[in-house]
């Protein structure tokens, strides 16, 4: 990633959720109204709760989520920094009434979305170090993904797509294709719940609907990931064991592009069916690492050309929501031992994790 606003080179997929209800399909989410002495306070994890996205920038990892709190309280939004993904900082809010679902990174800007009490949903947007705002916004705001300079938000299946450039003016846009969001390294991508249904555009306003080939074993896509030089969907689809009764979740090809024809290949090679979500992806470049709630699963760059490794992470107690990567670690977040505790993993190579406590 490029230290300047918004050049993203990590594929990033938007968090598949609604500040209204939860959805198992790719949302996208938007925003507006500048609070100003609204409130809040300093926020203490305490290590209880939920963390529900995490971001990369060229210096810093943030990371956002939900604080547990008593009924009477109602959710506490939370976020922390850490430049190494092992020593953790709380990052002070003006106010932190809510929830945080998703957060994006574009240069030294994050901005993070999810329900607000206060109104439908929440836009809190800033730098670490320096100082963050919180807008409220009447659209149901759950998704946020970065690229080429812009932010864009969205609420899925509902309208409300916004872009903006510094993520403190946002400029309503209309995307075709809305129900997922994508920054898949080189475009936004808009996708919808029937195969074969996108959205295109390269800054965010101006988008095209690309006709693509439908793969009649898959039923939605989750996401879009540009990784080397390949293009990755994932979705669900059938599982190739005749007898399951379940759907699977799959990682497929998308290409080679002819024009405005996108080609859905069929299952890449030596990937495992599993019935778990795909939540999120990273890359450093060597290897892939993608994560779903029960599982990490690790290959060598170019995908396809070796078998992919499944970590069941279940034993730890552990509940991934998504990972990011900068300067030589992968870390992964969620939850831990049966929703009690926040979690923040590290690993060098995918394979190996070290889970580290936050303030």
């Given at each position: 990633?490029?230290?300047?606003?918004?050049?993203?080179?990590?594929?990033?997929?938007?968090?598949?959720?609604?500040?209204?209800?939860?959805?198992?399909?790719?949302?996208?989410?938007?925003?507006?109204?500048?609070?100003?002495?609204?409130?809040?306070?300093?926020?203490?994890?305490?290590?209880?709760?939920?963390?529900?996205?995490?971001?990369?920038?060229?210096?810093?990892?943030?990371?956002?989520?939900?604080?547990?709190?008593?009924?009477?309280?109602?959710?506490?939004?939370?976020?922390?920094?850490?430049?190494?993904?092992?020593?953790?900082?709380?990052?002070?809010?003006?106010?932190?009434?809510?929830?945080?679902?998703?957060?994006?990174?574009?240069?030294?800007?994050?901005?993070?979305?999810?329900?607000?009490?206060?109104?439908?949903?929440q836009v809190v947007?800033?730098?670490?170090?320096?100082?963050?705002?919180?807008?409220?916004?009447?659209?149901?705001?759950?998704?946020?993904?970065?690229?080429?300079?812009?932010?864009?938000?969205?609420?899925?299946?509902?309208?409300?797509?916004?872009?903006?450039?510094?993520?403190?003016?946002?400029?309503?846009?209309?995307?075709?294709?809305?129900?997922?969001?994508?920054?898949?390294?080189?475009?936004?991508?808009?996708?919808?719940?029937?195969?074969?249904?996108?959205?295109?555009?390269?800054?965010?306003?101006?988008?095209?609907?690309?006709?693509?080939?439908?793969?009649?074993?898959?039923n939605g896509m989750?996401?879009?990931?540009?990784?080397?030089?390949?293009?990755?969907?994932?979705?669900?689809?059938?599982?190739?064991?005749?007898?399951?009764?379940?759907?699977?979740?799959?990682?497929?090809?998308?290409?080679?592009?002819?024009?405005?024809?996108?080609?859905?290949?069929?299952?890449?090679?030596?990937?495992?069916?599993?019935?778990?979500?795909?939540?999120?992806?990273?890359?450093?470049?060597?290897?892939?690492?993608?994560?779903?709630?029960?599982?990490?699963?690790?290959?060598?760059?170019?995908?396809?050309?070796?078998?992919?490794?499944?970590?069941?992470?279940?034993?730890?107690?552990?509940?991934?929501?998504d990972v990011a990567?900068?300067?030589?670690?992968?870390?992964?977040?969620?939850?831990?031992?049966?929703?009690?505790?926040?979690?923040?993993?590290?690993?060098?190579?995918?394979?190996?994790?070290?889970?580290?406590?936050?303030?």
């Amino acid at each position: 990633m490029n230290a300047s606003i918004g050049t993203r080179k990590e594929p990033r997929c938007a968090h598949a959720r609604s500040a209204r209800r939860l959805s198992r399909r790719g949302l996208l989410w938007g925003l507006t109204f500048l609070c100003g002495g609204c409130g809040g306070g300093q926020q203490t994890s305490g290590d209880a709760g939920r963390l529900s996205a995490i971001a990369a920038s060229d210096e810093w990892f943030v990371t956002v989520g939900t604080l547990a709190r008593p009924p009477s309280e109602g959710a506490s939004s939370a976020i922390f920094a850490s430049r190494d993904g092992t020593r953790w900082s709380v990052v002070a809010l003006p106010r932190t009434d809510g929830s945080l679902w998703d957060v994006a990174a574009s240069g030294a800007t994050f901005v993070a979305v999810g329900p607000s009490r206060a109104g439908n949903s929440q836009v809190v947007t800033g730098t670490v170090g320096g100082s963050w705002q919180v807008v409220l916004n009447g659209a149901n705001l759950g998704q946020v993904v970065s690229g080429n300079g812009r932010f864009l938000t969205g609420a899925g299946v509902e309208a409300g797509n916004n872009v903006s450039t510094d993520g403190s003016a946002w400029t309503a846009v209309t995307v075709p294709v809305h129900d997922g969001l994508a920054f898949d390294g080189r475009a936004f991508v808009g996708f919808g719940r029937l195969p074969g249904s996108f959205s295109i555009s390269q800054d965010g306003s101006s988008w095209t609907a690309p006709a693509a080939s439908a793969d009649p074993t898959l039923n939605g896509m989750f996401c879009v990931a540009t990784v080397g030089e390949q293009v990755l969907g994932f979705g669900s689809a059938r599982c190739s064991d005749p007898l399951s009764s379940q759907g699977c979740s799959v990682v497929q090809l998308l290409g080679p592009k002819d024009g405005d024809v996108w080609e859905l290949s069929s299952t890449l090679p030596f990937w495992t069916d599993s019935i778990d979500d795909l939540r999120a992806i990273a890359s450093d470049g060597q290897r892939v690492v993608v994560v779903s709630p029960n599982t990490i699963h690790v290959t060598p760059l170019p995908v396809g050309s070796q078998p992919w490794t499944d970590l069941d992470v279940r034993p730890w107690e552990w509940s991934l929501a998504d990972v990011a990567y900068r300067d030589g670690t992968f870390v992964v977040v969620g939850n831990s031992r049966g929703g009690a505790s926040m979690l923040v993993a590290t690993s060098a190579d995918g394979a190996t994790w070290t889970e580290v406590s936050l303030p």
